[in-house]
């Protein structure tokens, strides 16, 4: 069953000297996941909210490589915050988990790797619909 301690945070490859820092990622390396599609949302306004979805298969990390915001994160039986204003830590979400992402700072860039292309069968929109899932057993 999905839950949101599955949803863990992972530091990512940073390499830091005089002349700043600059951060790697590999696919096949660095993440457990089959890269398949980068997006970024940017230029939220503080009080907008983005995200408010599960997803059925699909599997993501999301960076905040500008700036910050919170992702709560919720299981159907828990919810859980989670504060990424690291340009180096990444939070690994998968199926069954409702998400939503809040309280941006000014200049907040959410950068998102995902391991499918876009696909909105794989969204489920509606929190009755995503209960109604995780009841019915959706997410093993
Ligand atoms: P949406 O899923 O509403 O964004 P959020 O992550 O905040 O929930 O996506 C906004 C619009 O962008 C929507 O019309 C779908 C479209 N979109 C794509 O075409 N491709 C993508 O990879 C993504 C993530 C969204």
């Known amino acids: 069953m999905?839950?949101?301690?599955?949803?863990?945070?992972?530091?990512i490859r940073h390499v830091h000297d005089e002349r700043g820092?600059?951060?790697?990622?590999?696919?096949?390396?660095?993440v457990p996941?089959?890269?398949?599609?980068?997006y970024y949302i940017f230029d939220v306004p503080?009080?907008?909210?983005?995200?408010?979805?599960a997803h059925r298969a699909l599997c993501q990390l999301y960076i905040a490589i500008s700036g910050s915001f919170d992702v709560v994160l919720d299981d159907g039986r828990e919810r859980r915050r989670v504060t990424l204003n690291h340009p180096d830590e990444g939070l690994l979400l998968?199926?069954?988990?409702?998400?939503?992402?809040?309280?941006f700072s000014g200049g907040a860039v959410v950068l998102v790797l995902a391991s499918a292309y876009?696909?909105?069968?794989d969204y489920i929109r509606s929190h009755d619909a995503?209960?109604?899932?995780?009841?019915?057993?959706?997410?093993?």
Do not use: M, Q
């Open 21 to 30: 820092s600059l951060v790697v990622i590999e696919a096949g390396r660095d």
């Open 33 to 38: 996941f089959e890269i398949k599609r980068v």
């Open 118 to 121: 876009y696909a909105e069968a």
């Open 94 to 103: 998968g199926p069954g988990i409702w998400r939503e992402i809040v309280n």
């Open 46 to 53: 503080t009080h907008s909210s983005r995200a408010g979805h």
């Open 130 to 140: 995503f209960l109604a899932a995780v009841a019915a057993g959706a997410f093993p």
């Open 2 to 11: 999905a839950s949101v301690h599955d949803c863990t945070l992972h530091r």
